[in-house]
């Protein structure tokens, strides 16, 4: 019995965090990266942003409405912005991978030469959504730094860039056992059942369950763009896998 969602994916939907401005007056999450997964947003309420940084385009800004979908690749830094109450259906590749590891937030060189600071950042959301939001605060601060480069000297930019992405790779290098087991739940048990389907024709293939959520049923979690309503298709296998390696998914 398959019980990935179709493709493989995760899907979240998301409220961009609007309970109160950042630093830097904006309503945002945390600027993060993912080493290994495609993420793509279609807007669905409100009006925002999403802002990227890589090595090959620099700083670039995307304004989101109601019908906006864009998608990235991994190794691209990235924060969510509202403008007014913002909200996105969020798909994730590898299903669900980065809420399971592949993903670091950013809070600047001081704190990632001191993981002990980083963790306690992290974890900040334990204390609910005051939690959260001092943890998008510190991103914030660290982020504000990051554009100042951008504009003011792209070598200090790119050389900052580079230090954070490759640190995330570097710190997941040593996970591939267990995001492969992610991965073959997902994507992997997917792909078995599409193929077994075609194998069988003409025969009828067995039936994999209806599958129904209501989103709004589902725990609200403080995550690193802001309040999320996650459908996790592999929530108990990924939920031994952190249990075993001390994995937060509540990123």
């Known amino acids: 019995m398959n019980h990935a969602l179709i493709g493989g994916i995760a899907l979240t939907h998301l409220k961009v965090y609007q309970q109160r ?39 670039v800004r995307h304004p989101m409405k109601p019908g906006s979908f864009l998608q990235f690749p991994p190794g691209t830094l990235h924060r969510s912005v509202s403008y007014r109450q913002c909200e ?44 959260a939001l001092r943890r998008r605060d510190a991103s914030t601060i660290a982020y504000t730094r990051l554009l100042e480069y951008w504009f003011n000297d792209r070598a200090a930019y790119a050389a900052e860039l580079e230090r954070f992405c490759a640190l995330h790779r570097h710190q997941i290098s040593d996970n591939g056992a267990e995001f492969e087991s992610l991965i073959k739940a997902g994507a992997g048990s997917q792909l078995e059942n599409s193929l077994d ?15 129904y959520t ?19 298709p592999i929530s108990d296998l990924s939920s031994r896998i952190r249990k075993r390696n001390g994995v937060d998914s509540r990123l």
């Open 88 to 131: 996105f259906l969020v798909i994730m590749g590898n299903g669900g991978l980065p809420e399971h590891g592949d993903a670091r937030i950013y809070f600047g060189p001081e704190v990632d030469a001191c993981p002990e600071e980083y963790e306690r950042l992290k974890a900040l959301t334990s204390q609910g959504i005051e939690g």
């Open 21 to 59: 401005s950042g630093p830097d007056g904006v309503n945002s999450g945390c600027c993060h990266v993912h080493g290994l997964s495609d993420e793509a947003y279609y807007c669905v309420a409100g009006e925002g942003a999403v802002e990227f940084h890589d090595l090959e385009r620099g700083f």
């Open 197 to 211: 389907r075609v194998h069988r024709l003409p025969e009828h293939s067995p039936a994999d369950p209806i599958r």
């Open 214 to 232: 209501e989103t709004t049923s589902l725990p609200e979690v403080f995550g690193m763009c802001g309040l999320l309503h996650q459908i996790d």
